[in-house]
């Protein structure tokens, strides 16, 4: 089974390696908690202008945003 995965930390990572989830919700107007769940993969559904929001500051398409993975299940 796969999962959907976000990408932001990595993004963020490569952008600025001092760039903050609290200074990146400043900059792109989105809420510290929807910035953080994403950071942590801690999602089950994500807001489409919040997708538009990230991909536009990172100037980036939406499969370099999320991606999915295979999910290793436990026995």
Sequence with gaps: MKRMYCRLAVLMAEKNPQLS???LAEETKLGVTTINRL???DFSRVDTNTVETLCAYFGCEVGDLFVLKEVE???
Excluded: K, L, P, Y
């Design 21 to 23: 989830q609290r200074q």
């Design 39 to 41: 950071f942590r993969n």
């Design 73 to 75: 299940q436990i026995v």
